[in-house]
C-alpha cells in the first residue's frame, strides 16, 4: 500500500525526531536504526525509503537538535536565563531534550565529515547567539566561545556523576555562578559606546 507524500514526509520527520532525542541520550553509535525505526512504529526495512544511511540521519537529526535549541536561546529573555536554564538541573536530567553539544560532543569527534559539518554549524550558531547578548568590545566572540565552553563542559561533568550527586549540582551551581559574574565584570569593565 502507497502512502501519500505528506505522510512520507510526516513519516520521516517523525524518525529524525525520534533520532534527535535517542542519538542525545545515548550516542550516535548507541541506537540502531532498527531500533529506532521500532521507536517510531516503523519496520526497519523502512529506513532507507527515507535516508540513504545512518550517518545521512545522524547529520540531520543533529542539525534538527541544534535547531531545536537554537528556538530555546532565542525564548530566553536575557543571558542570566539562558544560562540559569542551560546549567539546571532540569536540563541535567533531560539530554534528550536539551543541547547537543554537551551531549555529543565526544560521540561528533568519531563521526564522518559530513555530520562534524553539522556539529561545527551548530556551534558556530551558539557562539554567535552568545556573542549578540554580550556587551561590545574587542573580545566579545573569545569571551562568547569561552563561555559556552565552561557550560557545555560544566553538563557533561555533572551528567557524568550518579543522579542525585551533590557534586553534580556544585559543579552546575559553580560554574553557572562565576561564569555570570566573569560576564558582568567583563561588562562594567567594557566603556560604554
Keep these: 500500500m502507497r502512502i501519500s507524500r505528506v505522510q512520507a514526509q510526516e513519516n520521516r520527520d517523525k524518525v529524525v525526531e525520534a533520532a534527535a532525542r535517542l542519538f542525545r541520550e545515548r550516542g550516535v553509535d548507541g541506537v540502531g536504526v532498527g531500533e529506532l525505526m521500532k521507536a517510531c512504529g516503523f519496520t526497519h526495512g523502512g529506513f532507507y525509503n527515507h535516508f540513504a544511511s545512518k550517518d545521512a540521519l545522524a547529520a540531520e537529526a543533529i542539525d534538527a537538535a541544534f535547531r531545536q535549541m537554537d528556538a530555546e536561546r532565542a525564548k530566553a529573555g536575557s543571558l542570566e536565563e539562558l544560562v540559569h536554564g542551560y546549567l539546571s538541573e532540569a536540563a541535567r536530567k533531560a539530554p534528550g531534550r536539551t543541547?547537543?553539544?554537551?551531549a555529543l560532543g565526544s560521540d561528533a569527534a568519531r563521526q564522518p565529515?559530513?555530520?562534524k559539518a553539522?556539529?561545527?554549524?551548530g556551534l558556530q550558531r551558539i557562539f554567535d547567539s552568545l556573542e549578540e547578548r554580550l556587551a561590545a568590545g574587542e573580545d566579545r566572540r573569545a569571551q562568547a566561545i569561552d563561555l559556552f565552553c565552561r557550560m557545555a563542559g560544566a553538563m557533561i561533568l555533572a551528567r557524568a556523576l550518579p543522579a542525585e550527586s551533590l557534586l553534580a549540582r556544585?559543579?552546575?551551581?559553580s560554574v553557572r555562578d562565576r561564569a555570570l559574574a566573569d560576564v558582568a565584570a567583563r561588562d562594567a569593565a567594557t566603556p560604554a559606546d
Design 170 to 173: 556544585e559543579i552546575l551551581t
Design 118 to 121: 553539522v556539529f561545527e554549524s
Design 113 to 115: 565529515p559530513a555530520v
Design 99 to 102: 543541547c547537543p553539544a554537551a
